[in-house]
C-alpha cells in the first residue's frame, strides 16, 4: 500500500501531462468557439461583429459539407474495411511455415514508414498517371483504355493509397495477436473433428476481436483528419469530390481566410469526432484493459 | 513429410507474392531514383537493365537545401520526442505505480485528447503562433508534436511500468532507498528498454507526421514532409528526380522502423497486444 507520501507525490508527477493535455485542449478550443460566433476574415479587417449562429447556417448548409461529410465517412470506412479485411488474411498467411518469413515481415511493414507526401505523390504520379503512370503502360500493354484515376475515382484513389499505408499496421497488429493464440485450443478443436472453417469462426475471430478493436479506434483516429494525402494529389477536387471535412476547413480558414466560417466548421468536426470517440471508447472499455 | 513441404512452397510463394506487391511501389520508386528522366517515363519500363545514374541525387541537392530539411526534421522529432518523454515519464510512473481509482479514467481522458480533430484547434493554433512568432520555427513545431504525441507516450510507457513488480521496489524501500533512488538506481534502468521504444516509436510518428508540419512552416523550419510536398506542383518530366527527393526522406526512418517492428505493435496498440 502507498503511502501518503507517494500518493501526493504521485499526484503531482502527474501534474505536468494532465495540465498540459488540459490547455492543449480546452485554450484553443474555446478560442475556435469564440471565433465560431463572429464575423471574422483575415482579408476584410472589420469589427468581428458577433453573428450568432450565422456561420453554422452557411457552413452545415453548404453542400460542399454535405458532400465532405459523406466522403470522410466513405473514406474511414473504406480504408478500414480494406486495411482489416487485408490485414487478417496477410496475417493468417504470416502465421505459416514459410521460408523467408523474416524477409517478408519486413517487406509488409515498409509502406508504414513512408510518410503520406512521399506515398501520395508516387501513387499519383508513378503509378496512377494516365499517361506515364505503370498502370497506364500496363493498359496499353494489354490493349484498354488507361483509366484517369484521379479525374474518374478521385476519393477511391486515395483510399487506395491511404489502405496501402495502413495495411502493414492492421497486418502486423493482427499477427502478433494470432501469433497469442492457443495452439492447443486449435488441436483439441481439430481432435474433436472441427475443419479450417468453424476453427476460423469459433476459435480465431473471437481471439482476433481485442486487435481488430484496437486497429479500428487507432487507424479511425488518424483517418478522420487525412489531410496531406489529399492536399498532394487532388486538392480536394475534382469539385468537392474527393475533400473530407479536415480538407474543406483547411480551405476555408487558411485559403480563403474566413476565421469565423472555418471555426464553425472546426466545432462540427469535434462534435462528429466526440460521437464516433463515445462509440470508441465503448467499445475499447469493453475490449482493453479486460 | 513431402507434403508438408509441398504446403510450405505454397504457402512461401503465396507469401512472397503478395509481400512483393507490396512494397514494390518503394522498390520502384528506387530504382526510378537511379534512372534518367527519360528512361523514367519510358512506355516499356526496366526493371533493371537500364544506365544506372547517381544524377538524380546530385541535381536534388543542388536544387534544395535537402540536408536543411533533414536537419529540421531531426530536430522536430527527437526534440519532441525527449521532450515528451521529460513529461510523460513522470505520469506513467504515477500511474503504474500508485494506481488509485481514477487511473483507468485518466488514461481514457488522454487517449480522448488524441481524437480531437486537429483542425478543431487549427485557427487559434495558427493565429497564436502567427502572433507569437512561432510560426515557421523549429520551436513551434516541437511544442505541437510534443503535445499530440503525449498521451500516445503515457500510454506506452504505462504498460511498460506495469509489468515491472512492484516487489523491486519495495525491496529498495526496505533498504532505504529515497524516492530519488528509487527512480535513478532502480526504475529507471529496468524500464530503459521500454523508454527506448517510447522514444523511437515518437520519432518516426512526428517523422512522418503531415498536417501540423506542412500547414505551420514555410521556408525556415519545413522538414522533410514538406520538402517533399513542394514536388507535387510540377507536372510530368521530373519522376526520377521526386523518386530520388523520396528515397532520401523515407530511407532513415525505414531503418529505424525496421529495427523498432516489435515496440511498434505494442507501442500503437495501446498494450491492447503483445
Known sequence: MATTHSRTLAKLMLLPSVSLLLIWMIVP???????????????MPGDNAFIGLMNYEFFLTDPAFIESFFNTLLLV?????????????LAILLDQAIWGRNYVRIMVLAPFFVMPTVSALVWKNMFMNPVNGLFAHFAEFIGVTPVDFFAEMPLLSII????????????????????????????????????????????????????????????????????????????????????????????????????????????????IANIVAIFLMRLIGKNLEG | MNTNNQTKAIYTILAWTISGLIFFPILWTAITSFKTEAEAISSSPSLFMFEWTLENYSDVLARSPYFEHFWNSIVISVGSSLVGLLIAIPAAWSMAFVQTKRTKNLLMWMLSTKMLPPVGVLIPIYLLFRDTGLLDTKLGLVIVMTLINLPIMVWMLYTYFKEIPHEILEAARMDGASIKDEIFHVLLPIALP?????????????????????????????????????????????????????VMAIVPILILGWFSQKQLVRGLSFGAVK
Open chain 1, 77 to 89: 470506412l473504406g480504408v478500414l474495411f480494406i486495411t482489416i479485411g487485408g490485414g487478417i488474411g
Open chain 1, 29 to 43: 478550443l474555446c478560442m475556435t468557439l469564440y471565433f465560431s460566433f463572429l464575423d471574422y476574415n483575415l482579408l
Open chain 2, 194 to 246: 521500454g523508454i527506448a521504444s517510447t522514444m523511437l516509436l515518437n520519432v518516426i510518428l512526428a517523422w512522418n507526421e503531415a498536417f501540423w508540419t506542412l500547414i505551420l512552416t514555410a521556408a525556415n523550419a519545413a522538414p522533410l514532409t514538406a520538402f517533399i510536398a513542394s514536388y507535387s506542383s510540377p507536372e510530368g518530366l521530373f519522376y526520377a528526380k521526386l523518386s530520388a527527393a523520396s
Open chain 1, 160 to 271: 487506395i493509397i491511404v489502405s496501402w499505408q495502413w495495411l502493414p499496421f492492421a497486418a502486423l497488429i493482427l499477427l502478433t495477436a494470432i501469433q497469442s493464440l492457443d495452439r492447443e485450443q486449435l488441436e483439441a478443436a481439430e481432435l474433436d473433428g472441427a475443419g479450417p472453417f468453424s476453427k476460423f469462426i469459433y476459435i480465431v475471430v473471437p481471439h482476433l476481436s481485442r486487435a481488430v478493436t484496437a486497429v479500428i479506434l487507432i487507424e479511425t483516429i488518424f483517418l478522420l483528419s487525412i489531410f496531406a494525402e489529399i492536399l498532394v494529389t487532388t486538392s480536394g477536387g475534382p469539385g468537392y469530390a474527393s475533400t473530407n471535412i479536415t480538407y474543406l476547413i483547411y480551405t476555408q480558414s487558411l485559403l480563403q481566410f474566413d476565421v469565423g466560417g472555418g471555426s464553425a466548421g472546426g466545432i462540427v468536426a469535434v462534435i
